[in-house]
Each structure stands twice: as structure tokens, then as C-alpha cells.
């Protein structure tokens, strides 16, 4: 591990990030793990592995019910959190924070709670055409249930949103605008600002999907002005089970609550339920509590490691990757924009991804192949599926070379 | 030998390259008298297959179809193997072939043939599905299946 040696510098301590997290260390196949399957999940550190661990030992309880010493801590660290990820997206108030199951649940409360009130028939949700399923299929069975449209702005061929054709399809039937921060299959960019710009221009309200986004950008909800941003925890870090719906407040404080039941509620008899205040109303039943402190760990712990260190770190390493693999005959990569995260999405030339992946893990090196659920992204440039590594800080230029001496095994081998 | 120390090349054994290069049958026959097709959704492999029988014989057979290597390979070394079979030893072989692909049973290896080549994905637990697509779709064939086949 000499080369990872050579990585070290003053501002980004790589040795010592990745000694923070357990999994890494380990081999696959007896070959060392080379993890870079991060935009599908992050490994976690050891930070949240601990606060797990402390919670369910001696902390655990139910929150907001009980008078007694426990219930009374597990409050107070759930609230801790809440109050950590309102920092971290810099809202301007707690009661703007929901805890849901994930991104995906993030955005059907949005299309449930938000959308389906507003829209009629002939009304139009606009997306981009680099979504994940998850922020298509909700709009598309709100669509089927309302006469409402979905409309889609195309990419071009680096995998970049046409901001013009996009505006060109903002009408006076947009009842929202729902696009990705990040895109998951080729880690694109998306110019988020200019789009809240040109849709609130025209009182559009905007949700921004940010499950890719949280890990590698400083994300600022006030800065950027959007209506709500949606993630998921496991892919910043922290535990699977646990994500966040940003909302501005005076719109959640409008919507009517998405699941009902314990904890949601201010009075209830048989003829009237009282809901409520910010955020419980969209929290219905006990929560996953030690999500959330795993959640609040996770973002202490990034935020220490140093956001933009880390993004620097992986910009290092995506022009690394992409110059390695860009040298390999027979591989066109997928998704070149000029603003995109550490994704290295590609195809090679007669071979299936399938059997590049399953070359690729017994090499110990782990990588997502297949549709990376954006079909419609696969479609745009005409290949069934891909191989995509996605990196995290805690990667390194040498697990970049494993990758592409990885690859030119695969070649090798159905080389006939 | 041990599953764990099965490797890569004991999965993508030269026969099973040549095959998915240069897959046999690969065409479609004109006028089949059953045909079905076969999906994987988890990773979108598609495969049409063609059958005429002659007295509940297999006379020809042929796949069309997107893939990846075991697929097409598994694809063409079937098509060859069943040829002149009945229905019947078709069933027969394909429920050895399973066994032998998820290591199940071993027994039946010598009456494989060709199709011995995958026994390494005993090891590869992930792939059985990409070999196994296409005999579920000859059997939906054989049986008329009218529906595409998924193998979830």
C-alpha cells in the first residue's frame, strides 16, 4: 500500500480516514476489498457504528412519550440530531426537518401531501431525463391517478440537462419542477441553482433530489432557495432506514400530514383529531430512533473529515480515473459532464458489464453493473447497462489503478 | 474442490468464451412452431427462443436475444444439446443442468456433455440466473407458455 502512502498530504489525511472505517480492511476473494460501489451505499465509520452501539446499550427508549430518565436521553439525542441536519443543510429551522425511511420517502410524501392536492388533469410535473426510478415512478403513478403530465427535459450527449430546453418546457400547467442534485448513474451535475431560479421566476415550486448529493457537495437549502431537498442517510455514512425531507416551512405547515397515527397527533377523541406542530406531523409512530443519532453521528463525523477536503480529494481522484480509463482501448465511458462527481460510469467494447463485474469482484474490487435504476438514462445512450465505479473520500489512486488493471484482465479474458 | 476457491477461470472456461463470441443458432427461425421469450429484470437480459419439433422431437432451435456472457454462451450450448430430443429428455436435462449450476447435485454430469462447462458457477451464485434464463424460456416454449418468462 505504498502508493496510498504517497496520497497523504497536509490538508487530507487519506491513511487516516480510511482507518476510520472497519469494513474497508478486509479482503474479498483474498484480494484486498477495493470498495467503489458508493453512490448505490457509503461504508460506515466507526464514529456511527459507535453511537449504534451506545444507543441501543444504554440510551435506548422510546422518544417525546415518557417522564423517565431514559426516554428523556433518547429525546433529546433524537433532537440533537435534528437540529445537526439542519446545520448541515443550513435550514433555517428545525420544525423544516422530517425524518422519513429515505430519499424514495421523501419524495412520496412530496407527491402525496404536496403534489396531489395541487394538480388536475392536464397539469405537469416536470423531471429531467437523468432521473433515478425513484423520482419518475411517483410523478408517473400521480400522473395515472390525476390526468396530470409528465413531462421530461432531455441530456446531451456528456449527460448534461439543456437548461434551455428544460426552461422551454416550464409552462403555466408546471405545478412542480423535481429534478436530481447529482445524477446516480453518472454522477452529472445538475445546475440546480439555475433551475430554482427559472422556475421560481415563474412561481414554479422546486423538489431537488439529493440522495447523491449530500456525500460530495456542501448542500445550502437557503442558499439554493428550493422548496424541498430530499436524501438518504446511508449514502452520506450514516444507517440505512433513515432519510430527510427538507420543506419550507410555510409550505409543510399547508399539507396535510402523510401517514397518521401516534406521535402526529395533539388531541384525539372519536370525532376529531387535533395534528400535530412541526415537524411531528409528518411523523407518524415511533421513528427509527437510532437512525436518526446514527444519522447525526455520521454528519459530525463527515463534517469533521472536511466536506470540501473531501470533495477536493475526489475531484483529485475522478481526473485520476478518468485519465486511466480513458487510455484503455475499447471503453467509452458514460456521462462526461463538465460538473460531475467522482462517477465512472462505462461500457467496454463486446462485453457484457455483467461479466466485467463478476471479472471485477474477484478481483475484490466492487462495482455496481446493470441500469443502476435509470433506465431511461441507459436508453438516452443506447446500452442495456453499465459498469459504474463510484468513489467515496476514503478511496485512493491506487484502488483507481486496481480498478484498470481489473479491467484489462476482463479484456484479456474474452479476448479470443 | 471447495466453492471458495473456485476461480474466474473456472467460470468463463474457453468453451463458454467461444460460445458467447461466437454463439451457434443465433438466428431466427422463419415460421417456428413455438417460440417464447425469456426477460431477467433485475438485469434486463432478453432472449427470444425458437423450437420445431418433428414427432416431439426437437428438429431445430434457435435464440435471439441481448446478453451477457453466460447468457449467450449457456444460449448456444443449449440450443446445440437439445437437438434430436424429446421433450421429455429436454426436461431431463435441463433439471440436471440446474442442479449442476447451483451445485446442487452433481450426479447427472456425465450425461451434460457440452453443458459440464458450467459447473463453475457453482461458485458464482449472482450468475445462475443469466444460464438459466434461456432453458426456462425453451421450457415455456415447449409448453406454450403464452406470456414473456421472468425468471423473478
Redesign the interface.
Known amino acids: 500500500m505504498s502508493a496510498l502512502r504517497a496520497v497523504k498530504s497536509a490538508e487530507f489525511d487519506l491513511l487516516g480516514v480510511r482507518r476510520d472505517f472497519p469494513a474497508l480492511h478486509q479482503k474479498v476473494h483474498g484480494k484486498p476489498l477495493v470498495y467503489l460501489d458508493n453512490a448505490a451505499t457509503t461504508q460506515k465509520p466507526k464514529a456511527v457504528i459507535d453511537a449504534l452501539n451506545q444507543f441501543y446499550k444504554l440510551d435506548y427508549s422510546n422518544v417525546h412519550r415518557a417522564v423517565h430518565a431514559l426516554s428523556d436521553r433518547a429525546t433529546k439525542a433524537y433532537e440533537a440530531a435534528r437540529t445537526r441536519v439542519k446545520e448541515f443543510i443550513n435550514a433555517r429551522s428545525q420544525r423544516e426537518i422530517i425524518f422519513v425511511r429515505g430519499a424514495t420517502e421523501a419524495i412520496n410524501l412530496v407527491m402525496n401531501s404536496f403534489a396531489r392536492p395541487r394538480v388536475k388533469a392536464g397539469s405537469e410535473i416536470l423531471i429531467s431525463a437523468l432521473e433515478h426510478h425513484s423520482n419518475i415512478v411517483p410523478w408517473q403513478l400521480l400522473a395515472e391517478q390525476t390526468g396530470a403530465r409528465l413531462v421530461v427535459a432531455p441530456i446531451n450527449d456528456a449527460g448534461e440537462l439543456i437548461l434551455e430546453e428544460f426552461e422551454q418546457r416550464l409552462s403555466p400547467q408546471t405545478a412542480l419542477v423535481a429534478v436530481a442534485h447529482i445524477s446516480n448513474a453518472l454522477g452529472t451535475v445538475m445546475p440546480v441553482n439555475e433551475i430554482v431560479q427559472r422556475a421560481h421566476a415563474r412561481n414554479i415550486p422546486v423538489l431537488i433530489d439529493g440522495a447523491q448529493a449530500v456525500a460530495h457537495r456542501r448542500v445550502n437549502v437557503s442558499e439554493l432557495d428550493c422548496d424541498f431537498y430530499a436524501f438518504s442517510g446511508h449514502k452520506i455514512f450514516g444507517p440505512t432506514g433513515i432519510g430527510v425531507l427538507y420543506g419550507r416551512e410555510d409550505l409543510l405547515d399547508e399539507m396535510p400530514p402523510y401517514q397518521a397515527g401516534g406521535d402526529m397527533i395533539r388531541s384525539v377523541t372519536f370525532e376529531k383529531t387535533t395534528f400535530n406542530e412541526l415537524p411531528y406531523k409528518f411523523e407518524a409512530g415511533t421513528p427509527h430512533i437510532a437512525g436518526v443519532i446514527g444519522l447525526g453521528a455520521a454528519l459530525d463525523y463527515f463534517s469533521q473529515v472536511g466536506i470540501d477536503r473531501a470533495a477536493a480529494h475526489e475531484a483529485e481522484l475522478l481526473a485520476y480515473g478518468t485519465e486511466l480509463l480513458t487510455a484503455i482501448p475499447g471503453l467509452r465511458l458514460i456521462g462526461t459532464a463538465r460538473e460531475k462527481v467522482s462517477v465512472l460510469s462505462f461500457v467496454l467494447e463486446g462485453i457484457h458489464p455483467h461479466d466485467v463485474g463478476t471479472v471485477l469482484d474477484h478481483d475484490g474490487i466492487a462495482v455496481r453493473t446493470g441500469h443502476h435504476c435509470a433506465q431511461p438514462v441507459m436508453d438516452r445512450f443506447g446500452v442495456p447497462a453499465t459498469t459504474r465505479a463510484s468513489l467515496a473520500f476514503y478511496n485512493s489512486k491506487a484502488e483507481l489503478d486496481a480498478l484498470a488493471n481489473g479491467i484489462r484482465r476482463v479484456q484479456k479474458l474474452f479476448a479470443l | 474442490m471447495n466453492i471458495d476457491d473456485l476461480?474466474?477461470?473456472d467460470?468463463?472456461q474457453e468453451l463458454i468464451?467461444?460460445h458467447?463470441?461466437r454463439p451457434r443458432n443465433f438466428r431466427r427461425l422463419e415460421l417456428p412452431a413455438y417460440q417464447a421469450e425469456g426477460f431477467n429484470p433485475?438485469?434486463?437480459d432478453r432472449v427470444k427462443v425458437y423450437v420445431d419439433l418433428d414427432n416431439g422431437v426437437v428438429r431445430d432451435i434457435s435464440f435471439e436475444g441481448?446478453?451477457?456472457?453466460?447468457s449467450k454462451a449457456s444460449a448456444s450450448l443449449m440450443t446445440e444439446s437439445v437437438k434430436g430430443k424429446t421433450k421429455a429428455e429436454v426436461e431431463k436435462l435441463f433439471s440436471r443442468f440446474r442442479d449442476l449450476a447451483t451445485g446442487k447435485n452433481d450426479a447427472g454430469r456425465a450425461s451434460l456433455g457440452k453443458l459440464a462447462a458450467f459447473a463453475g458457477l457453482r461458485g458464482?451464485p449472482?450468475?445462475v440466473k443469466?444460464a438459466t434464463l434461456v432453458w426456462h424460456t425453451l421450457h415455456a416454449a415447449l409448453e406454450q407458455t403464452p406470456d414473456v418468462v421472468s425468471t423473478e
Open positions: 476461480e474466474i477461470a467460470l468463463y468464451v467461444d458467447s463470441r433485475l438485469c434486463g441481448e446478453g451477457c456472457a453466460i458464482f449472482a450468475r443469466c
